[in-house]
């Protein structure tokens, strides 16, 4: 039963260039968060999303971020242009489809670092 | 402002004793608060989920307490071995609210 997969784990992008990371969520979950970690920061939540809708995405910052999840394949979370403040850990969440509360399940997470 | 706050310093304790780690907010609601593990290099691992109209929860050797009135969650770890050592997460939801907002954490450190 394979849990919430990343990929790539670390990635390495120059300044101006596009980071696409993605999400694989475990089987059955179809809400998917992405969050972003500074180095010895909390977990800073991005977008929330259900299988092609957009439910909350408060998170993110207006220009050069989007993130989707299609019917078919991962999650993406894309960010366009990198600039060296992109540079963290970004971690990927995945729940069941319940109402109410639920726990998260991550991912490892992608590092990724803008030279 | 919205704030959720853990004890920023790192705690020190010896192993066999309890650790009690202290998570306040202000300005939430929450429908229910949780607590998470973090390794270094890794991702948050769930540990446990208590409700608003929850005052106790226990796992094992974990027991979390959650007081509304004070606006305060207590994460405890009884019998603490080093492997315990860790970064300790909470997390909440607001009532009504899609996103989950964690702490910075509190780092352990169990001493053998």
């Known amino acids: 039963n394979a849990g919430v997969m990343q990929n790539p784990r670390h990635l390495v992008r120059r300044r101006g260039q596009e980071a696409r990371l993605r999400c694989s969520p475990m089987?059955?979950?179809?809400?998917v968060y992405w969050y972003r970690q500074l180095p010895e920061e909390g977990l800073k939540f991005m977008v929330y999303?259900?299988?092609?809708?957009?439910?909350?995405e408060s998170g993110m910052p207006k220009e050069r971020f989007s993130a989707e999840f299609p019917k078919e394949g991962p999650s993406i979370l894309r960010i366009q242009q990198v600039v060296r403040g992109d540079s963290a850990a970004y971690f990927c969440?995945?729940?069941?489809?319940?109402?109410?509360?639920?726990?998260?399940?991550f991912g490892p997470g992608t590092r990724l670092t803008v030279t | 402002s919205q704030k959720i706050e853990q004890n920023s310093e790192a705690l020190n304790i010896q192993e066999g004793k309890t650790a009690t780690l202290t998570c306040n907010y202000t300005?939430?609601?929450?429908?229910?608060l949780q607590w998470y593990r973090q390794d270094p290099g890794r991702g948050p691992v769930f540990l446990l989920l208590i409700r608003e109209n929850e005052k106790e929860k226990r796992k094992e050797r974990l027991k979390v307490t959650f007081d509304t009135t004070l606006k305060q969650s207590l994460f405890h770890i009884t019998a603490s071995q080093p492997a315990d050592s860790a970064t300790y997460l909470c997390?909440?939801?607001?009532?009504?609210?899609?996103?989950?907002?964690f702490g910075a954490g509190t780092r352990l450190f169990v001493k053998a």
């Open positions: 997390a909440l939801r607001n009532t009504g609210g899609f996103k989950t907002i």
């Open positions: 300005n939430y609601s929450p429908a229910y």
């Open positions: 969440a995945s729940s069941q489809p319940l109402a109410g509360e639920y726990e998260q399940y």
């Open positions: 089987k059955g979950h179809s809400h």
């Open positions: 999303l259900q299988k092609e809708n957009i439910i909350d």
